[in-house]
Nanobody, 116 residues
Framework: QVQLVESGGGLVQPGGSLRLSCTASGFTFSSYAMSWYRQVSGKERELVAQ????????NYADSVKGRFTISRDNAKNTVYLQMNSLKPEDTAVYYCKARVLVRSYWGQGTQVTVSS
């Protein structure tokens, strides 16, 4: 079955960096676009970044443009989110998502806390 496992979250000071990873299994990873979302407690989950199956097209939320970079390694079945110049408002649980055929799959999430 499809599984997505995120890692790399943690506590970081404002201005710092983190790299999140999401390793996928159970489907042909190289055939599908991947996305990163984030959610703050009590708010809706929001799209942060997405990348096509080949990595040729990447889109970002306006709030993270120029600071975050999404990438993927199809040989490792892994999608990454490099987060630089982090701000307190980036604090959230970050999830990766795969839409395989007509169904969306989510990882368990990884907490990112930006605080001094």
């Amino acid at each position: 079955q499809v599984q997505l496992v995120e890692s790399g979250g943690g506590l970081v000071q404002p201005g710092g960096s983190l790299r999140l990873s999401c390793t996928a299994s159970g489907f042909t990873f190289s055939s599908y676009a991947m996305s990163w979302y984030r959610q703050v407690s009590g708010k809706e989950r929001e799209l942060v970044a997405q990348i096509t199956n080949t990595g040729g097209i990447r889109n970002y939320a306006d709030s993270v443009k120029g600071r975050f970079t999404i990438s993927r390694d199809n040989a490792k079945n892994t999608v990454y989110l490099q987060m630089n110049s982090l701000k307190p408002e980036d604090t959230a649980v970050y999830y990766c998502k795969a839409r395989v055929l007509v169904r969306s799959y989510w990882g368990q999430g990884t907490q990112v806390t930006v605080s001094s």
